[in-house]
């Protein structure tokens, strides 16, 4: 479905938008479904990883292109990380569209915990040689809090 959402929007805006994004899933989503057909259109943080980039993104190009239709393309983890700024755009008239593709986890990372470690965290203790005890009974709690503090 997130494909279809981000062919939406490029259709929608005849492909002539400015398009912003955070680190995610949703960045993927955009930078393989919106097809860029101008240079400097899609705005993001590369590879920095920068949570929250997308939508003080989009002010800036919509504070230097007003008459320019901006999209911020965004998951629910990144637009956590500056939510407040909506305030801002409504204070100073920002007309910026926002698409949150909203998949009720940090996707990207959820996918490498899966990928890696089976969704166990515990497994990456064992990875980097450390000792991890998990616990599946509230019964087992001291007797493993004392083997935690054994070793």
Known sequence: ???????????????????????GQHQMFAAQ???FNEPRKWIN???LGTMGFGLPAAMGVK??????????ITGEGSIQMC????????????PIKIINLNNRALG?????????????YSSIFLKIRSVSLSLQNPMDILDEGRKAFRT
């Open 63 to 72: 504070f230097a292109f007003p008459d320019e239709t901006v999209a911020c």
């Open 45 to 47: 943080s590369g590879g």
């Open 33 to 35: 479904y919106y097809h």
């Open 108 to 120: 990207m990372v959820k996918q490498w915990q899966d990928m890696q470690y089976g969704g166990r």
């Open 1 to 23: 479905m997130p494909q279809q959402v981000i062919q939406s929007v490029y259709k929608a805006t005849d492909g002539k938008a400015f398009v912003t994004s955070d680190v």
């Open 83 to 94: 939510i407040q700024e909506l305030s801002t755009c409504g204070q100073y008239g920002l």
